[in-house]
């Protein structure tokens, strides 16, 4: 397993402004990955983040709301930039500790835009 | 296009008896499903999993079975216990265990 530890775990944001989140883990991971949770809805996966090359971005997300950075095998960061009230969600980090592993996620970070 | 469906929001059970959760899914290239149960201010937390070459695996109390015909897969929690309630979610992927697609949860309230 991993322990995974994400800041903020809540911030309230003003729309327009830029909010980082981090995600730090125990210990070098092969995958990382980042989700959201709309009020009321699925988790959905946002983006793989690659270490050392920029992030892989499912449908719908794009780098330049979404920037990502992976610097190391234990770190990762999600920038929710421009924020609009719609961005308000949970948003989780997770990892894959090793090769067909399963997923161990972050307590998440819960972000309001008002 | 919901991909994993939880058709149902909500599901209340009595202490000690069977606990169903039910999750039906459409793509025919997963081949990796997930349980995850998830209490109010925390991540989720990963419970059992079962890949497509099988049509059941057990841990404990729960037991996850596979239905790949019918695209069906079912999270059974035998006996139930108040420290059960939880969202569950069930996820399934086809390329990384940690690329996920996720139902929409159900929500687990057992009775003492």
Redesign the interface.
């Known amino acids: 397993s991993a322990v995974i530890s994400q800041k903020p775990s809540r911030d309230i944001c003003q729309r327009g402004t830029s909010l980082t989140i981090q995600c730090q883990v125990d210990s070098q991971v092969t995958m990382m990955f980042w989700y959201r949770q709309q009020p009321g809805q699925s988790l959905t996966l946002i983006a793989t983040a690659n270490q050392g090359s920029e992030a892989t971005y499912e449908s719908g997300f794009v780098i330049d709301k979404f920037p990502i950075s992976r610097p190391n095998l234990t770190f990762s960061t999600l920038t929710v930039s421009n924020m609009s009230p719609e961005d308000s969600s949970i948003y989780l980090c997770s990892v894959e500790p090793l090769v067909d592993t399963e997923a161990f996620f972050g307590q998440g970070t819960r972000l309001t835009v008002v | 296009d919901q991909q994993v469906k939880q058709n149902s929001p909500s599901l209340s059970v009595q202490e000690g008896r069977i606990s169903i959760l039910n999750c039906d899914y459409t793509n025919s290239m997963f081949d990796y499903f997930?349980w995850?149960k998830k209490y109010p201010?925390?991540?989720?937390?990963?419970l059992i999993?079962i890949s497509s070459i099988k049509d059941k695996n057990e841990d404990g109390r729960f037991t996850v079975f596979l239905n790949k015909s019918a695209k069906h897969l079912s999270l059974h929690i035998v006996p139930s216990q108040p420290g059960d309630s939880a969202v569950y979610?069930c996820?399934a992927s086809g390329t990384?265990?940690?690329?996920?697609?996720?139902?929409?949860?159900t929500i687990l309230t057992v009775h003492p």
């Not at chain 2, 201010?41 to 990963?46: L, R, V």
């Open positions: 997930l995850y201010a925390e991540g989720p937390t990963f999993s979610f996820a990384s265990y940690g690329k996920l697609t996720f139902g929409q949860g």
